[in-house]
């Protein structure tokens, strides 16, 4: 990140070059054209330019003023980074906040132009952009002045890939492939330009180290029935790699060549499905402008949600795995804590630690969030390895925390007492387990999506008046992005994303939760796997598996607050996790774990 | 309905009519003008023509054969009544059977042609009727040949409309008009036309008899800024309902007239709001012939589903009233039945004369559904009064049924068992109570529709395997349809009709049920009341109050299938029973009503 100083310099080159240019607005994404959730250093242009390190947000540059526009999760870091840059911090959310869209309509005049890079640009966003500034009698131009103007910009990353041997992967690329194809003949298409990382990386069985925590190298990918194609650096491929990938049957080619590619004849007239959400609006407008570009969603990605009997199998044993280590750490961590004034940051690496050791990690699936007090309740709390807080005793500690594996990828939240708590936070925090538990025991008619079940979760806190503003669960990738679709957990329909059923062999995170703003935060995390629950005359049942095995604070636990059900789900849980860790566990560790998961009663 | 004879020779006639204009496809409808779920016996086409009987249902005529789709409702009615006529029946939802539109897109030829009368079929399939018909090179044409050929076919219904006194409306005309005006300046429309019978009279505070169980007057009308017009015949009006519907603003005009009305010029280059799903076709292309018709929901129907002050009062001391004479029923029938060999119908004609000795009693909401053993498994099951089942001492009897009160429409259902019943029956028994008492007991954020609700109803049901193929709720009108829109609760969200959020003071029924064909059908309807439950910094929350209060048979509640918390609610709803009926029982039903809602317990 650059200083104050530096800022100011950057946005006055920047600003004298759209001048220069005739560019009126620029628009500056936190994107990369792969539509990642996160990205690399090179597209981390907003932060070059304004200090701000969160990970969404978009910037607006015009001749008078600066914008960034970010949500609730980055008000106060970004109020923090923005100080003295000049940039105006506009909330997203707050009244009074115009959306940056209606900012555009309303302040872009007739002969004006909107500059931005269209590879950075959703699809879907960069279509209304265009409609907006059109009608509006101005232009929109292609071109992304703040990465050419950025000095010492950092390069491509380049790192090798890896590849996914059989017992891992569970099916081999070139079977992946043809049912790619199967899917095209479907949908009547001639191929299908793939641009996500995760499912370029899942569909051949390789994996990157392109993007930190996030085990992807930087591709595309163009199928169909007669050509498979892959534009990757060849820097990243060793002869082990470059052989594994031709044993799919895919060609490789530079990674800069997908521009010429797509730009070119080859797929002139040509019926190209594009993915709806993962396409740029620069792919979308290229391969519209010379052929048929059908919107669609990407077959692969329910094809990579669905697990395979090999990878459930390796998650399985992973998620025991890591929920031992996990659990070790909390029980070292109860005992220890607050008497040894340690900081969140501290506890981040002893948890981080603790996962490096076991056969197979990787890295971490997401930066480590320890949050103690009242930085529990911003949802995507990380500590600062310099200056985070320091943990007492009359608090909860909420570790959300995940790895990376050959084998799976974890995800996990727990939320701890250090000392004591108040009456309203036991009573926040049984309900929060009560929802968890709740939903994990759910048994539903195949075809229901998360917006049926949403309420399963959230129903127990809902009685309470309490709710969490964000979903109850989302997908999680194998070996990839630990946030993946195409399916969720929420209750409200988003109208963009439509909601996709469950299907028997996906995984889904429920993670119920309380955030106090100044006050505390309280998430409980668990993986679940979907599983048959049997066929009657009325249908085929699906119901839950929980892949996650780590105890509830039974400290926190006042089971005035519980059904009978709910201690039933508790203890019937806690027998489990008893089960399933014990085997992990010697001497010391054994008899906290005992002590950890014993029944409750009243 | 006529004979078997009769309709070959009606059949034969209309084929003649068909050849003589050209008509290579004649499509018949259910619908009347008014897309009314119930029609007056003019609008009973399919009937005069085919004998079948069910209240939803396509004919279509080809040169070579002729066909009746209907759901599942209707397929053994449907079997019966069709025999001999030669038309086939095509059974929706079966597979190998193809929908109404895919056949008609399968079998019409370049230059054939499709008639059938755009009054009686809604804007959207008319558009796609249109659209696939047009895209195959054939034509359609609005006709009504069906109508036109039927000798003797019935006048429209002419009965006397009566007005509601503002204690039992609540809010006078005029108010409800002027906020209908305010909607159309918000979506910038200068008129709505609005051909819902009940939307119009829930506007104007009058009520009709034009169509059994629906206290509605066939009419239409017209509001704009400057004008309101109601189109209804004269002769439904007394000198009272002039004066009446005068006061609120409204001009009257002839029910005919309407036509005349807007295929003239009035509403040239106006732009005029269209109802998206209660608009005919015919309306819809009048309109959009000569002028902007915005196609949007009415907002008439909302305002009709929010209850007011006024009306809550009076249907929950309605819903009382109704619920004691109810139970005073049951009771006796628990007591005589099986021994003096009752039939169906003759039980239904004891629960609607119950009814009728109630003050304000008006007619029953829908005719009463009485079905034991076997015919309980269909859904929609109404006794013929010949030849109806006679109870005998091994199964379960349901009655569903309601009335039109001055104050108020009820519907509820009670299953009792009639000697003993197997296992397997209590067990689902037990289950489908649990669900409508746990759907009763939920609370919930503003903003929630039926789909995140649904599973609250139908998750104890679904844990044992168990599916009911049908929606959980419906809205109910207010001296009014017993269906009613736009909330309802549902799983599956339906793409064409989008699900509305609860708000304060609407009611919705909650009736889970089993129906396994040919064994027993088990279901439980309360109607239960949208009230506030309270808010925190989180939101606004809501939950539900009963409004039906009858007691649930114990001899088929099994508590093993209860966990403490179904025990809970049950004896808890068993003493507002008891509460809320005691006024209304004298000597031997206060005892029996005492043994009816006893507490039960492990």
């Known amino acids: 990140m650059g200083t104050k100083d530096s800022i100011s310099e950057r946005l006055k080159k920047l600003h004298r070059k759209m001048k220069e240019k005739g560019c009126d607005f620029l628009l500056v994404t936190s994107e990369d054209c792969h539509m990642s959730e996160y990205v690399c250093d090179r597209y981390r242009t907003i932060e070059h ?23 609730g999760r980055y008000f106060i870091q970004a109020e923090n980074e923005l100080r003295g840059t000049g940039i105006r911090l506009m909330r997203m959310g707050e009244p009074d906040v115009p959306e940056i869209l209606d900012f555009i309509k309303d302040n872009i005049k007739t002969g004006q132009t909107l500059f931005f890079d269209y590879s950075t640009v959703s699809l879907r966003r960069g279509c209304k952009l265009e409609k907006i500034v059109e009608d509006k009698g101005a232009s929109v131009v292609d071109s992304d002045i703040a990465g050419d103007e950025w000095e010492d910009r950092p390069s491509l990353p380049s790192n090798k890939v890896f590849v996914l041997p059989d017992h891992i992967s569970g099916k081999t690329a070139e079977e992946k492939i043809q049912e790619v194809k199967n899917s095209l003949s479907e949908k009547e298409c001639d191929g299908i330009l793939i641009t996500s990382l995760d499912e370029i990386c899942w569909l ?30 060849k820097s990243e491929l060793d002869e082990d790699a470059m052989k594994f990938i031709g044993a799919s049957g895919a060609e490789i080619r530079p990674y800069e060549e997908f521009r010429n590619f797509i730009e070119g004849k080859t797929l002139k007239g040509q019926k190209t499905l594009l ?56 029980l070292d961590l109860k005992e220890e804590l607050p008497h040894d004034g340690k900081t969140e940051a501290q506890v981040a690496g002893i948890v981080d630690i603790a996962r490096s050791h076991l056969k197979g990690f990787i890295e971490p699936s997401f930066p480590t969030i320890v949050a103690y007090g009242a930085n529990a309740a911003m949802m995507h709390y990380e ?9 007492l005793d009359n608090g909860l500690l909420l570790i959300d925390s995940g790895g990376q594996y050959m084998g799976g990828t974890t995800d996990v939240t727990r939320t701890v007492s250090i000392g004591n708590v108040s009456d309203t936070i036991r009573k926040l925090f049984t309900r929060t387990v009560a929802g968890m538990l709740n939903l994990a025991d ?58 996709e059923p469950f299907k028997e062999g996906m995984i889904v995170s429920d993670e119920p939760g309380v955030y106090r703003d100044g006050e505390f935060g309280i998430r409980i995390e668990n993986i679940l796997e979907l599983v048959s629950a049997g066929e009657s005359a009325d249908g085929k049942f699906l119901k839950f598996r929980h892949l996650t095995y780590v105890p509830i604070d039974l400290d926190v636990i006042d089971i005035k607050y519980m059904t009978d059900e709910d201690i039933r789900r508790l203890n019937e849980y806690h027998e489990l996790v008893l089960k399933k860790l014990l085997p992990y566990m010697d001497g010391r560790y054994a008899q906290l774990l005992m002590e950890a998961t014993r029944p409750v009663s009243r």
Chains 1, 2 share one sequence.
């Open 49 to 71: 330019y304004s200090g701000f390190t969160g990970s969404d947000g978009d910037m607006l540059l015009t001749s008078e003023k600066d914008y960034l526009w970010t949500d």
């Open 442 to 499: 759910t048994v539903f008619l195949e075809g229901c999506t998360g917006i049926n079940l949403d309420i399963m979760a959230r129903g127990p806190l809902w009685k309470m008046l309490s709710d969490y503003k964000c979903g109850t669960g989302h997908g999680v990738g194998y070996m990839l992005n630990v946030h993946e679709g195409p399916h969720s957990i929420r209750w409200k329909s988003n109208k963009v994303v439509p909601d």
């Open 383 to 391: 500590p600062d390895r310099e200056k985070s807080a320091e943990i």
């Open 275 to 330: 993915d709806r959400f993962n396409t740029s609006f620069y792919l979308y407008k290229t391969i519209s402008g010379h052929s048929e570009a059908v919107v669609d969603r990407s077959p692969v990605g329910l094809m990579k949600a669905v697990k395979n009997e090999t990878e459930l199998t390796n998650l399985r044993r992973i998620y025991i795995e890591d929920s031992a280590a996990l659990t070790k750490t909390l």
């Open 204 to 233: 051949l069985n390789i994996r990157g180290r392109d993007i930190a925590c996030n085990p992807v190298a930087m591709s595309s990918m163009y199928i169909s029935g007669k050509k498979v194609i892959l534009f990757i650096q």
